[in-house]
């Protein structure tokens, strides 16, 4: 059957790499090392566990970016494509080799978090990792794809930014204080912002395969709007939670305090700012893409200094 004249084929990927999704790892590596920096400012920081819950996030997300496009490229979603090249669309690899190649990630996230486990003692956890990599698959996969009812988001938020935060903090020391919750929240709201992105950069293609993601049912405006929150509130929630932190830590309130607590913003406040450059001034379809790499950068960059902050303000 051959393609419409008016339709330009899918971007044909040219390796493995940019099916992965490279711009997008940093959503896994950041909560990480959030919580890992919490975790060594209680005192039960471990550089293995802290591997191991690195290890399942890692595979857990590029599991995910497989199993979206082998989803969405025999669901046709990606024939008309303005975002990075597919290789299942694009027809340059079988969809069953796609497929297996996710599943062979999610079993690798599921063997690492398996160890977790055993070096934890909680089995409880295996319900959680079950539980994400359902949610990883069923994404765009299964015949009632939730990321295609605007569901993905919620997804992202709990499993990216709560579940791998709290998740590497609680294997560690057996314990989660309401300042990392709130910290891990932030870092969520950051994850989002890369599906936003990504969706909004295809809001004009999605509703042809009835992909329905939050940033079509916002509309193009809203969207925006939204996406500018989700990357600017962290900033605001990242002083509130190490302020928690040294509170609960019994440290003094002096100059030195306040200092430590503000000191993060100058770095992080200007990658957020240059990550919504491009939405704020209208960009569309492509160019949309290197926000996406700044929104990355930012999470890692966020994620890396606050947990060096918690080490510094809960000492």
């Known amino acids: 059957m051959s393609r419409p004249a008016h339709q330009a084929p899918p971007a044909r990927a040219t390796n493995w790499a940019e099916v992965v999704r490279l711009r997008t790892l940093p959503a896994a590596v950041a909560p990480v090392l959030l919580g890992a920096?919490?975790?060594?400012?209680?005192?039960?920081?471990?550089?293995p566990r802290t591997l191991l819950a690195a290890g399942v996030a890692l595979a857990l997300q590029i599991g995910c970016?497989?199993?979206?496009?082998?989803?969405?490229?025999?669901?046709?979603?990606?024939?008309?494509?303005?975002?990075?090249?597919r290789l299942t669309a694009s027809g340059r690899v079988a969809p069953r080799?796609?497929?297996?190649?996710?599943?062979?990630?999610?079993?690798?996230?599921?063997?690492?978090?398996l160890?977790?486990?055993?070096?934890?003692?909680?089995?409880?956890?295996?319900?959680?990792?079950?539980?994400?990599?359902?949610?990883?698959?069923?994404?765009?996969?299964?015949?009632?794809p939730y990321g295609y009812a605007g569901l993905g988001e919620v997804f992202v938020f709990v499993f990216f930014g709560l579940v791998a935060t709290c998740g590497t903090a609680y294997v560690q020391g057996?314990?989660?204080?309401?300042?990392?919750?709130?910290?891990?929240?932030?870092i969520g709201l950051i994850a989002c912002s890369l599906l936003m992105v990504n969706n909004l950069r295809d809001i004009g293609t999605d509703p042809a395969h009835g992909k329905m993601t939050l940033a079509v049912r916002l509309g193009d405006s809203r969207a925006r709007?939204?996406?500018?929150?989700?990357?600017?509130?962290p900033v605001f929630i990242a002083p509130g939670s190490l302020a928690w932190a040294h509170t609960a830590a019994g440290g003094a309130w002096d100059a030195m305090a306040i200092i430590d607590i503000v000191c993060p913003?100058?770095?992080?406040?200007?990658?957020?700012?240059?990550a919504t450059t491009a939405v704020s001034t209208g960009a569309a379809?492509?160019?949309?893409?290197?926000?996406?790499?700044?929104?990355?950068?930012?999470?890692?960059?966020?994620?890396?200094?606050?947990?060096?902050a918690f080490l510094i303000v809960g000492t």
């Open 285 to 308: 379809g492509r160019e949309l893409i290197g926000s996406l790499r700044d929104a990355g950068q930012y999470e890692l960059v966020y994620g890396a200094v606050i947990g060096l």
């Open 37 to 47: 920096g919490a975790a060594t400012s209680l005192g039960t920081g471990s550089l």
């Open 115 to 144: 160890v977790l486990v055993v070096l934890t003692g909680q089995w409880w956890l295996i319900g959680v990792g079950a539980a994400a990599v359902a949610a990883a698959w069923f994404y765009t996969g299964g015949p009632r």
């Open 65 to 85: 970016n497989l199993a979206n496009d082998y989803s969405d490229g025999v669901r046709g979603t990606d024939d008309q494509r303005t975002g990075p090249p």
């Open 265 to 274: 913003l100058i770095v992080i406040a200007p990658l957020a700012w240059r």
């Open 174 to 186: 057996g314990v989660v204080p309401g300042w990392l919750w709130l910290a891990a929240g932030g």
């Open 225 to 233: 709007s939204a996406y500018m929150v989700m990357v600017f509130m």
């Open 97 to 113: 080799r796609v497929k297996l190649a996710a599943l062979g990630c999610f079993a690798i996230a599921a063997a690492l978090g």
